[in-house]
């Protein structure tokens, strides 16, 4: 199994690490720029124990946060230590499959997983939150990573909440939203609102038009978008022992668009090619006119048709696109325009111009010349017309996790600052922390600051400055 493992993480970086650390005093090359006073925390899967059938994406949580300061570099990793984790770690063995399958052998007193929290983490309302899509937020103590436990905000929310809350730049509004909202594998979507203070003002749900894996979804300065596309959930699929989701182009591509101070009951949905969206990277309006940029697939990865059968890999691609909706046209059509053809994923913006016109915004890339297809091996620039500014490539075997914004100051220019990413420099199996000019990335890293192991590919990650 070692050997195994060993021999997996040689030729990619998604096998887990087994273990904890801290180490307090990091080698960095180059020099950290002075104005970098916080913490970047990042998520992603780390499974304790290998279990079968169940794919990478839905492994235990391990948060990784690099704190720097006054030029000097720390890093501590720590499992979220869930329900989940909790009772494998006692039974010294994996419990649960995919998706909080119970294995057949584990003891009937264990109902649910309880989450695995492994996707994304963020800093609201004086909470450091770790999230995935089929749980309430995970609260983490900052510094030691320690799980404090479930946040429910007093009994203001139930039920699953999304990974990708969205977070008003003016008001400090979280705005956030749940699928499976009437139970595993059900059309309902719930959504709703946390103030800056940490306090809910609102949460409400309603049906969509099919059960969906909905993973991210739309907010603009007065109107919030829930994309509806066809990754489809089935119970009927998960009771006969098939896969509870599946790719099904047939049922099409909806968006349902609502105003944020209004009903769930005014929702007008959308409609468009059948396509599959992870992640958006901005949106706005103009007049009458709804714009977002996304990184959308013809056909979605990690899921198969129905019967088993493949999706294809050409299709299973995600580029930059943009969506159009025209509020005020006498159509129930959006439209999709790809604005470039290079493979990416994980888009981010300087978070200051969320919901509102951007000028910039990056994402990892693949290297179109190498025959790594589907790995992320660089960063993209793009102007606020999803044109091209800049590109950087990474040696050929080396990977790159998502860029994360941080402004120079409070008061910088739109991208004024600096972009932080996780490196896996493949030739010595270990990472850097990669800190570039964020309007100068072609110049490569300004400073690396340089850990002794792996951090395993994983999803989201925030920077939180220090108070």
């Known amino acids: 199994m070692q050997q195994e493992i060993a021999s997996n993480a040689a030729r990619t970086n998604l096998a887990p690490i087994p273990f904890e650390a801290d180490a307090p005093f990091l080698k960095v090359q180059g020099e950290l720029p002075r104005e970098l006073n916080g913490t970047l925390y990042r998520n992603g899967p780390n499974p304790q124990f290998e279990a079968p059938g169940a794919h990478w994406f839905v492994g235990d949580g391990m948060l990784h946060a690099f704190h720097l300061e006054n030029g000097r570099a720390s890093y501590r990793n720590r499992w979220v230590r869930t329900p989940k984790w909790q009772a494998e770690h006692d039974a010294g063995r994996a419990l649960f499959g995919g998706f909080g399958r119970k294995l057949p052998d584990a003891p009937a007193s264990i109902i649910s997983d309880g989450g695995i929290a492994n996707t994304n983490i963020l800093f609201h309302g004086g909470r450091l ?36 809350p969205k977070i008003d730049p003016v008001t400090g509004e979280m705005v956030f939203f749940g699928y499976n909202a009437a139970g595993p594998l059900t059309p309902a979507l719930s959504y709703g609102s946390v103030n800056a203070s940490g306090v809910v003002t609102r949460f409400d749900r309603f049906e969509s038009p099919y059960a969906s894996m909905v993973h991210d979804f739309i907010v603009t300065e007065n109107h919030l978008l829930f994309p509806v596309l066809p990754i489809t959930g089935s119970m009927d699929r998960a009771m006969k022992g098939k896969a509870p989701y599946a790719w099904e182009p047939d049922k099409g591509a909806y968006v349902g668009v609502m105003k944020r101070n209004g009903s769930a009951k005014d929702i007008v949905w959308f409609r468009a090619e059948s396509c599959y969206v992870f992640h958006v990277m901005n949106a706005w309006e103009e007049g009458s006119r709804i714009v977002a940029d996304v990184m959308q697939f013809e056909e979605a990865p990690l899921f198969n048709h129905p019967d088993g059968s493949p999706t294809d890999p050409e299709k299973s691609r995600a580029r930059l696109c943009r969506w159009s909706f025209d509020l005020a046209g006498n159509t129930d059509r959006f439209t999709q325009t790809y604005l470039d053809d290079i493979t990416g994923e994980f888009p981010r913006i300087d978070d200051r111009r969320a919901g509102r016109v951007s000028g910039h915004g990056w994402y990892a890339c693949a290297n179109p010349d190498l025959p790594m297809f589907g790995a992320l091996s660089g960063l993209v620039h793009v102007d606020g017309k999803g044109s091209r500014l800049a590109r950087y490539l990474l040696p ?72």
């Open 396 to 467: 050929a075997g080396d990977t790159i996790s998502e860029p994360v914004f941080v402004a120079r100051g409070p008061e910088a220019a739109e991208a004024d600052g600096w972009l932080l990413a996780v490196v896996w420099r493949a030739r010595e199996n270990r990472s850097d922390l990669a800190v570039f000019n964020a309007t100068d990335i072609e110049a490569g890293p300004a400073a690396l600051v340089q850990l002794g192991h792996r951090v395993p590919d994983g999803f989201h990650g925030n920077w939180v400055e220090a108070a």
């Open 129 to 164: 939150l770790a999230l995935e899509e089929g749980h309430l937020p995970t609260e983490i103590e900052p510094g030691t990573l320690k799980r404090l436990g479930y946040c429910d905000y007093q009994g203001g929310i139930s039920g699953p909440f999304t990974a990708h």
